[in-house]
């Protein structure tokens, strides 16, 4: 993603004749307006449709005018791009900057102005800076008077990746958890350093540890008017741009207007007369919108200040709207450009009311410019995220349509691999490929919801393991193989997991391996089958997917199970299942149920479908009402892995009736070949 | 308890005699300091031994000595007790004083100045001004310019006790949860007004939301001087007196001086001068001695301030230490009374120290103390909780034996009842009575732990039931009874519930009955089979306790286990199974597994016995260590209440096995008929 993109100046040759067809076409921006938005374009994402971003210029281009625009982007994709200075010489310009500036030092974070978990291509600052492109670090700069310091800080995910990727001479390597990057501040640190942040880029709990760690070497941190980083990398790319469009109502379910109401009223039972809301997702569920910011969910960049009256000014780059947002926004949205974001802050302090911010989510910049113009400030949850997470019946629909559906590119992509994988010539990547190939031909196909893990052997065994070229195995018969994978559809969002046993001659699980699938299979099928009364939290459910592991001394160093949005982000809050989700289980929710094990250098299992949070059939007899899950991902689970002995005559039966419903329902859309190797996959446990 | 001891004055007839007797003992105690302490040992609950008070006079009284301490206490227990004012009167002398002192109101809490669960009797100040004496509960006593108002706050343990013991005249009668306090004060406080508190009776948390409130009304919270209801209580008994003496090293394991290393490297880790601790238990622990100063817990009432070389300072009323206290104490402890407490506290502020406290259980007055010293404070939990928690090898085999004892004891009761009961003549009363008679004539018995629940039918289902003469049940053929009970031993503390069918003619369970049952029995298998890793919670295990009761559609309003104490509280912290028990179970931590079922006005269920957190055993293939229950509660679960169709075959093999074990370990102690019932009640689930 880094570097794909580039601002662009100057006019280029051909601009006289794209001036003429827009003209023609009368599109108000000129050829240079155009190329910006096109370095914009190039800076987000590619899309499921490629010309989609036409739009932006003209809502109908017609063929000439498509084809010059198609042409001109390719030709600014096309040229070759500058690699810039190496990172020893990044770090130099970097910490110039920071002492013409006054500052001894810098934080660099890996998150965005939105606390985004899949950054933009612009936010991707720290992987300019260092060299290290994991999803999660961090690296503090410092310019020290006689050896200047600086040090990355990475989780055990990352431990091996970061020192392939970072120069140790230019970097101290740290494991974020056990040794801290507070800790290091703490002993790096000079007396009366000033070190820099930008406010923009954390949430204020996020600085706290660092901003005492500084007091205690008597340094301090302090905001950064412009960021250094930004200023000295001079091929950052652009804020993304990609078209912010309408969310049908047939797949929200529930209209922008009642919602803000209801969260108007929140604000105005809370004594609160505005909520700033800085987090993409929930401006996207509230005001029914998607945009395609960012990879893997479809996102528009975007704040948004909401009135206890239901009133709302949505920011953003104004050039981002697609034709038909403002109809579909109406009277009570004002559609402004992100450069009013600050001077609507500063409005909200004059009217002296009290605003809700979140403080797990929301830029330091936010609260210092509101509580400088005098707002009183009240620190809570952003209110969209609850309400976002409880689907209506249309998303709910939607959803189960898109399991549907994803679940036969699943299962056309299973049977492929078990008739292709014996030859011994099937790569993680090719897999993976093929895999996303098989969804991207769905209807209302939008991209992945993340980046297929495709692992096999002992590849399975890293839990967040990406496929590269350098990693890429051919999955050998006898292996088992771990995929994880989901798709973006409009009508919802799909994540599932299987590990399959990797067929061909003489291909057979040792009975360890046997063991343990078939006790994450238990975990995962107790969970499945849980019955539990409203208020139930996943930390209580958690251990039902553990039980099994836990009694085979096993575990898995991860929870059980995250939110998933609907056509939007495959992680989100506040639900899930794992010992720290303190958040009720409501009907309408959806987590994943997806226990594991893994055995380092050998192979890995996890087994993983989406539930919704439903009301339980009544047992006979009962006295209250009780919640359960329905799974609604369809895939079989592989009967090879299975060690039928371990398996509890419900637990059977469970899977039993499960693969039937498999069966059932997806058979219709398989080819015949397909359909008879579902046929196979799904027997009862107990037919042999 | 309540208004059973009192103060005495004046020197009584026969005081020469007594005065000669003491002389010739060589006792430092003339008359009147006898008849002072002998008013203590009455505001302490009865001890198993009536004359171990004696030693607080001379180490060996003597025959003639002691026959005249008998006597002399026996006169003084006799005397008619003054029945005192009227509930209306002491509201208004209450009234009275707080406006003299320059008060609009007063908080009433149940509490004392320790954060006892079980009350002296000179703190049951809620029950003298209200006449409600349930085990928690607040009134808020206003003076009020016009129409003075006051209320009583219970939980819903004692809703309906409530409205039988106060006049509703007087006060509003609240439910604590569902009416709050806050809301009742802010509505009836008015602008201005001074409402006053006990600064020892509250913990500072407890009223920071009465502050607010009071506040919301333009009113104020302030401490009180001397507590105004003990001002007017002119019949208030004295702070308890019993014997505080060593607890052996042999019960407890580890010696005290050990301890207080531990704790003081603690202090000193944490930059803390010292600790002021001001729970009993805490102090039994640390410096290993016991007292009988507060029912069914062998708890000295005393403050102790331990600093970071391990020496220590205890706070008590000197008279209550047994001649071999100070020996075992050592010269590292200082026995101080208690009226040097303040000024230890003002000593520890001028220090100028860092001063740990625990603000969830020290009164507010120890910080304001220590504040207006000049200490600083560090708030954390007290220090001895967490050690406590973990029980020695001696306290664990202490509480084995202990167990063994007990249940014989319950054995030979639950024969005796079986045999009783056809006739219909055995009360909840006198089954009660009973199992706490042969509880009495164990080895190292010191009294029960707790009252016993003994209820039949309707009366099972009342979750804290306490017979008295009023709701006292016959307990009829075919009923369910529950009786919950336990003992104090020297050697360890038991809490069991069991429920049985009551038996006689035709007397069978209905199938509902043994449905629930048999859930409550599955979930508590569960819960004692569970196997887990370190760090793990007993919020996380809570769930294993419910699921058969959710999956048939019902639930129980209670935690499914509390921590217990080795000779010490029968309720202790921080352990414990329950959705809000977020402390790791570590090994050595003994907690209950008492899940339940509750039919109002039909019948109650529980079974609950004791579990040992323990290392499990390895499982084959297995990588991480875990951990799992020992059960130590033995006795026989009633096989007539339980539907084998519902139970897996793990826990009939479970229960048989158990079963297996009660009869083993407990046959042996038994009389021949009792030990053939055991055998018939211990068969195999599956031997019909």
Same mark, same amino acid.
């Given at each position: 993603?880094?570097?794909?993109?580039?601002?662009?100046?100057?006019?280029?040759?051909?601009?006289?004749?794209?001036?003429?067809?827009?003209?023609?076409?009368?599109?108000?921006?000129?050829?240079?307006?155009?190329?910006? #938005?096109?370095?914009?374009?190039?800076?987000?994402?590619?899309?499921?449709?490629?010309?989609?971003?036409?739009?932006?210029?003209?809502?109908?281009?017609?063929?000439?005018?498509? +084809?010059?625009?198609?042409?001109?982007?390719?030709?600014?994709?096309?040229?070759?791009?500058?690699?810039?200075?190496?990172?020893?010489?990044? *770090?130099?310009?970097?910490?110039?900057?920071?002492?013409?500036?006054?500052?001894?030092?810098?934080?660099?974070?890996?998150?965005?102005?939105?606390?985004?978990?899949?950054?933009?291509?612009?936010?991707?600052?720290?992987?300019?800076?260092?060299?290290?492109?994991?999803?999660?670090?961090?690296?503090?700069?410092?310019?020290?008077?006689?050896?200047? &310091?600086?040090?990355?800080?990475?989780?055990?995910?990352?431990?091996?990746?970061?020192?392939?990727?970072?120069?140790?001479?230019?970097?101290?390597?740290?494991?974020?958890?056990?040794?801290?990057?507070?800790?290091? #501040?703490?002993?790096?640190?000079?007396?009366?350093?000033?070190?820099?942040?930008?406010?923009?880029?954390?949430?204020?709990?996020?600085?706290?540890?660092?901003?005492?760690?500084?007091?205690?070497?008597?340094?301090?941190?302090?905001?950064?008017?412009?960021?250094?980083?930004?200023?000295?990398?001079?091929?950052?790319?652009?804020?993304?741009?990609?078209?912010?469009?309408?969310?049908?109502?047939?797949?929200?379910? !529930?209209?922008?207007?009642?919602?803000?109401?209801?969260?108007?009223?929140?604000?105005?039972?809370?004594?609160?007369?505005?909520?700033? *809301?800085?987090?993409?997702?929930?401006?996207?569920?509230? *005001?029914?919108? &998607?945009?395609?910011?960012?990879?893997?969910?479809?996102?528009?960049?975007?704040?948004?200040?909401?009135?206890?009256?239901?009133?709302?000014?949505?920011?953003?780059?104004?050039?981002?709207?697609?034709?038909?947002?403002?109809?579909?926004?109406?009277?009570?949205?004002?559609?402004?450009?992100?450069?009013?974001?600050?001077?609507?802050?500063?409005?909200?302090?004059?009217?002296?009311?009290?605003?809700?911010?979140?403080?797990?989510?929301?830029?330091?910049?936010?609260?210092?410019?509101?509580?400088?113009?005098?707002?009183?400030?009240?620190?809570?949850?952003?209110?969209?995220? *609850?309400?976002?997470?409880?689907?209506?019946?249309?998303?709910? +629909?939607?959803? &189960?349509?898109?399991?549907?559906?994803?679940?036969?590119?699943?299962?056309?992509?299973?049977?492929?691999?078990?008739?292709?994988?014996?030859?011994?010539?099937?790569?993680?990547?090719?897999?993976?490929?093929?895999?996303?190939?098989?969804?991207?031909?769905?209807?209302?196909?939008?991209?992945?919801?993340?980046?297929?893990?495709?692992?096999?052997?002992?590849?399975?065994?890293?839990?967040? /393991?990406?496929?590269?070229?350098?990693?890429?195995?051919?999955?050998?018969?006898?292996?088992?193989?771990?995929?994880?994978?989901?798709?973006?559809?409009?009508?919802?969002?799909?994540?599932?997991?299987?590990?399959?046993?990797?067929?061909?001659?003489?291909?057979?699980?040792?009975?360890?391996?046997?063991?343990?699938?078939? !006790?994450?299979?238990?975990?995962?099928?107790?969970?499945?089958?849980?019955?539990?009364?409203?208020?139930?939290?996943?930390?209580?459910?958690?251990?039902?997917?553990?039980?099994?592991?836990?009694?085979?001394?096993?575990?898995? +160093?991860?929870?059980?199970?995250?939110?998933?949005?609907? /056509?939007?982000?495959?992680?989100?809050?506040?639900?899930?299942?794992?010992?720290?989700?303190?958040?009720?289980?409501?009907?309408?929710?959806?987590?994943?149920?997806?226990?594991?094990?893994?055995?380092?250098?050998?192979?890995?299992? !996890?087994?993983?479908?989406?539930?919704?949070?439903?009301?339980?059939?009544?047992?006979?007899?009962?006295?209250?009402?009780?919640?359960?899950?329905?799974?609604?991902?369809?895939?079989?689970?592989? &009967?090879?892995?299975?060690?039928?002995?371990?398996?509890?005559?419900?637990?059977?039966?469970?899977?039993?009736?499960?693969?039937?419903?498999?069966?059932?329902?997806?058979?219709? #859309?398989?080819?015949?070949?397909?359909?008879?190797?579902?046929?196979?996959?799904?027997?009862?446990?107990?037919?042999?």
């Amino acid at each position: 993603m880094v570097g794909r993109a580039r601002t662009e100046s100057g006019t280029g040759a051909g601009d006289e004749e794209l001036a003429a067809l827009l003209r023609a076409a009368g599109a108000a921006q000129g050829p240079e307006a155009v190329r910006a #938005l096109i370095a914009g374009v190039l800076a987000a994402p590619e899309p499921v449709d490629p010309d989609e971003w036409m739009v932006l210029v003209h809502p109908s281009p017609g063929a000439l005018l498509a +084809d010059k625009l198609r042409a001109l982007k390719a030709s600014m994709t096309a040229r070759p791009r500058d690699p810039g200075p190496d990172p020893a010489a990044r *770090l130099a310009a970097l910490r110039a900057r920071l002492t013409a500036g006054g500052f001894d030092g810098f934080v660099v974070p890996h998150g965005d102005e939105y606390q985004n978990e899949f950054l933009p291509a612009r936010a991707e600052r720290l992987a300019w800076l260092t060299g290290f492109n994991g999803s999660a670090g961090l690296a503090l700069v410092l310019c020290g008077s006689q050896s200047a &310091r600086a040090a990355v800080f990475v989780d055990g995910r990352y431990t091996l990746q970061v020192r392939d990727q970072v120069d140790g001479a230019l970097y101290d390597i740290r494991h974020i958890t056990d040794e801290p990057a507070t800790e290091w #501040l703490a002993e790096a640190a000079e007396a009366g350093m000033r070190i820099g942040y930008d406010p923009w880029l954390h949430p204020p709990g996020g600085l706290a540890g660092l901003r005492k760690a500084a007091e205690k070497a008597g340094a301090a941190l302090a905001p950064v008017e412009e960021n250094p980083l930004d200023a000295v990398w001079t091929d950052q790319p652009p804020p993304p741009i990609s078209p912010v469009r309408p969310h049908d109502l047939r797949f929200a379910g !529930r209209g922008s207007a009642e919602k803000r109401q209801d969260i108007a009223a929140n604000l105005a039972k809370r004594d609160a007369g505005a909520v700033v *809301l800085t987090s993409p997702p929930s401006i996207a569920w509230l *005001l029914n919108l &998607r945009g395609a910011d960012v990879p893997c969910t479809p996102l528009a960049l975007a704040y948004a200040i909401l009135d206890a009256a239901g009133e709302i000014a949505l920011f953003m780059d104004l050039r981002k709207a697609a034709p038909d947002l403002a109809e579909h926004l109406g009277s009570a949205v004002q559609l402004r450009s992100m450069k009013d974001f600050e001077a609507a802050l500063d409005a909200l302090g004059r009217d002296g009311g009290r605003v809700m911010v979140d403080p797990a989510v929301a830029p330091v910049a936010v609260f210092d410019r509101l509580e400088s113009a005098g707002a009183e400030i009240l620190r809570a949850a952003d209110p969209c995220i *609850l309400p976002k997470a409880r689907k209506t019946k249309a998303e709910l +629909d939607g959803t &189960r349509a898109a399991h549907i559906r994803d679940g036969a590119a699943l299962v056309g992509f299973l049977a492929w691999l078990e008739a292709a994988a014996p030859a011994g010539k099937v790569t993680e990547l090719a897999a993976a490929k093929h895999l996303t190939g098989l969804r991207a031909a769905l209807d209302m196909y939008r991209g992945v919801s993340f980046e297929p893990i495709s692992g096999a052997g002992p590849n399975g065994a890293v839990v967040h /393991y990406r496929v590269t070229e350098a990693t890429n195995r051919t999955l050998a018969p006898g292996d088992l193989y771990l995929v994880d994978s989901g798709g973006q559809y409009l009508d919802g969002t799909t994540d599932v997991t299987r590990t399959v046993l990797v067929r061909g001659a003489g291909a057979e699980a040792d009975a360890e391996a046997r063991d343990r699938f078939t !006790r994450v299979l238990k975990g995962h099928i107790t969970l499945a089958r849980a019955v539990f009364p409203a208020g139930t939290t996943g930390a209580q459910l958690d251990v039902l997917a553990r039980g099994a592991l836990w009694r085979g001394g096993v575990d898995f +160093d991860h929870g059980t199970g995250h939110g998933v949005g609907s /056509y939007l982000g495959v992680h989100e809050g506040p639900q899930g299942i794992s010992k720290r989700s303190h958040q009720a289980l409501d009907p309408g929710m959806i987590v994943s149920n997806e226990p594991g094990y893994y055995k380092t250098g050998a192979y890995g299992i !996890r087994i993983e479908n989406l539930v919704v949070v439903a009301t339980a059939e009544p047992a006979a007899g009962g006295e209250r009402p009780m919640l359960g899950f329905e799974t609604i991902t369809l895939a079989p689970i592989d &009967r090879a892995l299975i060690e039928p002995a371990l398996m509890t005559s419900e637990e059977t039966a469970w899977l039993d009736a499960y693969h039937a419903r498999v069966r059932e329902t997806l058979s219709p #859309l398989l080819d015949r070949a397909t359909a008879a190797w579902l046929a196979e996959a799904t027997r009862p446990l107990g037919s042999g």
